[in-house]
Nanobody, 127 residues
C-alpha cells in the first residue's frame, strides 16, 4: 500500500492549490486511518500541517496555516484533500500525506507516529 500525493506546483503568493492524497493498492481504506499532511522545506524539519482523525472526524491545523488551509476527505474516492488558499512564500515545501491507525496517533503533528507515507509533492510559492 502506498499513498500518492498530487496537485503540487508553482503558484504566486496569494494564490491557491489543492493537494490530493490517494491510496494505491488494496486494503487501505481512508476512513479506517488518521490521515495527516506534513511539509518539509529545505534545511528544516518535517512539520505537521493538518490532520483528520478517522475516530471522530476531528480536524487539526498548525497555527501557521489555520484559516488558510482546509483538509477534507472523500471516502467514496478514498482520497484526502488539502485546499491551500492565500499561499505565502513560507508555504514553499515538499508536502507529504501520511496515514496511521488512530490507536497509534497521540500527537498528530509527530511524523514518527505515522507508518504510511507518500512520496511528496512540491509546492513552490513565488513573489
Amino acid at each position: 500500500v502506498q499513498l500518492v500525493e498530487s496537485g503540487g506546483g508553482l503558484v504566486k503568493a496569494g494564490g491557491s492549490l489543492r493537494l490530493s492524497c490517494a491510496a494505491s493498492g488494496s486494503g487501505f481504506t481512508f476512513d479506517d486511518y488518521t490521515i495527516a499532511w506534513f511539509r518539509q522545506a529545505p534545511g528544516k524539519e518535517r512539520e505537521g500541517v493538518s490532520c483528520i482523525s478517522s475516530l471522530d472526524g476531528t480536524i487539526y491545523y498548525a497555527d501557521s496555516v489555520q484559516g488558510r488551509f482546509t483538509i477534507s476527505s472523500d471516502n467514496a474516492k478514498n482520497t484526502v484533500y488539502l485546499q491551500m488558499n492565500s499561499l505565502k512564500l513560507e508555504d514553499t515545501a515538499v508536502y507529504y500525506c501520511a496515514g496511521q491507525i488512530p490507536f497509534y496517533v497521540s500527537s498528530w503533528y509527530e511524523a514518527l507516529e505515522y507508518d504510511y507515507w507518500g512520496q511528496g509533492t512540491q509546492v513552490t510559492v513565488s513573489s
